[in-house]
């Protein structure tokens, strides 16, 4: 019941959106100085392997100024590239992702919240703390489209596989388990408009919370049965501790800097994402180029979702992210938009390597980014990751599901929450 | 070459406090150490299995680096670092140690459609189970880590400063992470989804069971909750056992040994974890004089079954007698009290019980030096 209302506030937002940026057709395009550094752990940054990668200058596009002081509400948005949109990006052929992954995705949280029972009742209330239906599920989402339009693909009937769904399950609990963990590790108190699990019952239940729903997870996995699904899936709890233990350390120089942080965001966002995809796959077709197709896209998706939410720490109010903005730069860490500004706005390299220690740095920094490029030439990236991710998955069959995840694309880069 | 460096400042630094944490009890026996070290010898190479891929890698040399901080403040995360670089020297690994032993003794597999080539094991042990032994202390240790998080909100000001906790658990939570991130990358390598679903029920049963020993938000409540006999063996298999008699259970998948063999192998590991659990229980009421002031968990075996003997209302006038003025509990006092009924050697008895259950159920594998040295083990548990 209460992931019905979700949805319904999710197409809200989704469609308000929309509207927006139809209206937005108006650029400036300039050229700035900006260099980007290639990541060769997490691949190649997609869309500037045409423009050369010895060139520094690359070009990008401004939005109307007016917009571009209003950093809180919108986020700054181009129009794809034509690479696709002409053949698949008219408005009348795009599904709603939300409209299709729910039948899917049907008493989704109750069947999670059944697989963590345990007679324990006060463990119970902390496992099932976070799988109330508020979340976004949007990587239960990608799970279920990707899995069906990976079976369409493969043999023409689109219906979910029972593993399939039980991968999307597991995907959400390794996501929540380490949820759980990050914020005993940040001291969050305030997560999803409510208080942390640590906030309320302490640090050392909740860590053993998140111990335990990653044995549940575990033990669906098993289940499954499946020796390539285990692995991929396995391969996502390992990233995302050493993604964790990749903000621990900063690097001295501005190039293996970004190419870090890209690596970062990569173990600590996407893998989940691009592995998720590519189990599925695994579950709807034996064809390896399949595999690869799926997992592409949740990387790319995955990255493009994490360089947005680093973005929307800078420009979302407190209220609309669910929890205080600047978190990052109060955590010490030098995200995306920090790192670009520090191109035009060297102060801030002092900054980045103290991690914003010093009384009035995080106030700083933040003025800096605001009055830097740093917003929109990190939006832009993330853009660019989308591109690659709709070039990726128009490779498969066309099918509902297939526009939905290209639509999905488009939500990823306009979200506010 | 620094890095290693390093390494071996910090482990200087905390071996020089004094250590309290030991790897598979509060105590062991005298002869344990013996018993163990002859077993090791059985299994082809010590018991630091531990794999160096682990220790080595950037992500444990950034902690070490990171638990230097912490020197001189009270995080457990210290304590835990301290009996982990003991015992790897010391070769207290008995988890690990027992899966070997139960993989020697089972024997090469039988099943003669299986894959296994008998020539891939070493010291008649296949890799496959080497690596089973390793996750296992893996789980373990990530739970020692883990055990160590403090709750800040507890923390007073004259504990220390509250930013040495925080940072303590930042280290605690990650370190214990990776560890059972490298399980989790180790048990999908086995390619086997038995065992999989073994040992992520058997971490589950871990949770739980550390979980009931949690303290409950009402102080005065593991006085008044009726925990009987049945509970205390449930709760002590979630805790203690059900990691080693899993792992021994998953030995037996990994050579494709019947479902008898697999149930053998477990019971011996859940009747040994008891035993061993019984035993430690003991000493705190073994020894005359000299450790008086040691507490004891009111949950302890010994004190359950002497409160089932005695009766909930001569108990609560037994707890009434021990609290000094200051409502504090006076051990020394209620020690005597529970020493002059039968729990202490009803406990013993118990014990007893759980190491012949042990020994039955490894009979039935042939008779070898690896079979001996698990029944040695089965035997130390009943030395008080």
Not at chain 2, 210 to 215: A, L, N, Q, R, V
Request: proline share 3%.
């Amino acid at each position: 019941m209460n992931m019905a209302i979700q949805w319904r506030y999710c197409r809200k937002w989704f469609t308000g959106t929309r509207n927006l940026l139809e209206a937005l057709d108006f650029f400036n395009g300039r050229f700035i100085k900006f260099s980007v550094y290639f990541n060769r752990g997490t691949g190649p940054v997609p869309g500037f392997g045409k423009m050369g990668l010895s060139s520094k200058y690359l070009f990008t596009s401004y939005l109307h100024s007016s917009i571009l002081t209003r950093h809180k509400s919108r986020l700054p948005y181009l129009r794809f590239s034509p690479v696709c949109s002409n053949r698949i990006h008219s408005d009348a052929k795009l599904q709603d992702p939300f409209f299709l992954a729910q039948k899917d995705l049907n008493n989704f949280y109750d069947d999670i919240r059944k697989e963590l029972f345990v007679s324990k009742s006060e463990l119970n209330s902390l496992c099932d703390y976070y799988f109330d239906g508020t979340g976004k599920a949007f990587r239960p989402m990608v799970a279920v489209l990707m899995g069906r339009a990976c079976n369409i693909h493969n043999n023409k009937s689109g219906d979910l596989l029972p593993d399939q769904r039980s991968v999307a399950m597991i995907s959400e609990m390794i996501h929540t388990a380490s949820l759980v963990h990050d914020d005993v590790i940040d001291g969050s108190d305030r997560r999803r408009g409510k208080s942390t699990i640590n906030d309320v019952w302490g640090e050392q239940k909740a860590i053993l919370a998140g111990d335990f729903i990653l044995s549940v997870a575990s033990m669906a996995l098993a289940r499954i049965g499946n020796d390539s699904v285990v692995s991929v899936l396995s391969q996502v709890i390992d990233d995302l501790v050493r993604g964790e233990f990749m903000q621990l350390g900063s690097k001295e120089k501005e190039d293996e800097r970004f190419k870090h942080y890209l690596e970062k965001t990569f173990k600590k966002t996407a893998s989940l994402i691009a592995n998720t995809c590519k189990a599925v796959s695994f579950l709807g077709s034996i064809d390896p180029d399949v595999h690869e197709i799926a997992y592409q896209y949740g990387r790319n998706v995955g990255i493009a979702f994490q360089l947005v939410d680093d973005v929307l720490d800078f420009t979302s109010c407190a209220s609309q992210l669910g929890k205080p903005s600047a978190t990052d730069l109060r955590l010490g860490l030098a995200t995306g938009p920090v790192l670009f500004a520090c191109q035009q706005f060297p102060e801030l390299d002092a900054m980045i390597m103290r991690r914003f220690s010093s009384r009035g740095d995080v106030d700083l920094a933040w003025q800096y980014v605001l009055e830097s490029d740093g917003v929109d030439q990190t939006n832009f990236l993330a853009q660019r990751y989308c591109q690659e991710a709709i070039r990726q998955v128009s490779l498969l069959h066309p099918s509902p599901e297939r526009d939905a995840l290209i639509r999905l694309t488009e939500m990823v880069l306009t979200r506010d929450k | 070459m620094t890095l290693i460096g390093c390494r071996l400042s910090c482990i200087g630094l905390l071996n020089r406090g004094q250590r309290n944490i030991h790897m598979f009890s509060n105590t062991a026996p005298s002869n344990w150490n013996k018993v163990v070290s002859d077993a090791e010898k059985i299994v082809g190479y010590p018991t630091s299995f531990m794999s160096l891929r682990c220790l080595l890698s950037d992500e444990l040399s950034n902690v070490a680096m990171h638990v230097r901080k912490l020197v001189g403040t009270k995080h457990p995360l210290l304590n835990t670092a301290r009996g982990f670089i003991y015992d790897s020297r010391n070769n207290l690994q008995m988890r690990g140690l027992v899966v070997l032993l139960m993989s020697k003794a089972a024997g090469p597999s039988q099943n003669t459609a299986s894959d296994l080539i008998s020539q891939d094991m070493v010291c008649g042990i296949y890799p496959s189970q080497r690596n089973l032994a390793e996750i296992t202390e893996l789980i373990h240790t990530a739970f020692l880590v883990h055990r160590g998080v403090v709750n800040l909100k507890e923390w007073t000001n004259s504990d220390g400063p509250l930013k040495d906790m925080q940072f303590g658990n930042k280290m605690a939570v990650l370190s214990g992470d990776f560890l059972l991130a490298n399980a989790c990358t180790g048990l999908a390598q086995l390619k086997n989804t038995k065992v999989l679903g073994l040992i992520s029920s058997a971490i589950g049963d871990l949770v739980q069971g550390i979980y009931h020993e949690m303290p409950n938000s009402l102080e005065e409540n593991s006085l008044t909750e009726d925990i009987n006999m049945v509970t205390w063996e449930e709760r002590t298999f979630l805790s203690h056992g059900a990691l080693l008699a899993k792992s021994c259970q998953a030995a037996m998948e990994l050579a494709k040994h019947d479902k008898d063999a697999q149930r053998l192998a477990y019971e011996y590991g859940k009747h040994l974890s008891l035993g061993h659990k019984l035993n430690s229980d003991l000493q705190p009421f073994m020894k005359s004089g000299s450790a008086d002031g040691e507490t004891f968990s009111l949950d302890s075996a010994p004190v359950v079954l002497h409160r089932q003997i005695i009766g909930q209302k001569r108990w609560r006038h037994q707890l009434q007698q021990a609290k000094t003025i200051g409502r504090q509990m006076d051990y020394a006092k209620l020690r005597s009290t529970i020493k002059l009924e039968g729990g202490v050697t009803s406990t013993m008895d118990l014990c007893r019980f759980h190491s012949s259950k042990a020994l039955e159920s490894i009979q039935r594998f042939p008779s070898s030096k690896a079979r001996s040295a698990l029944e040695n083990i089965a035997s130390a548990v009943t030395n008080f």
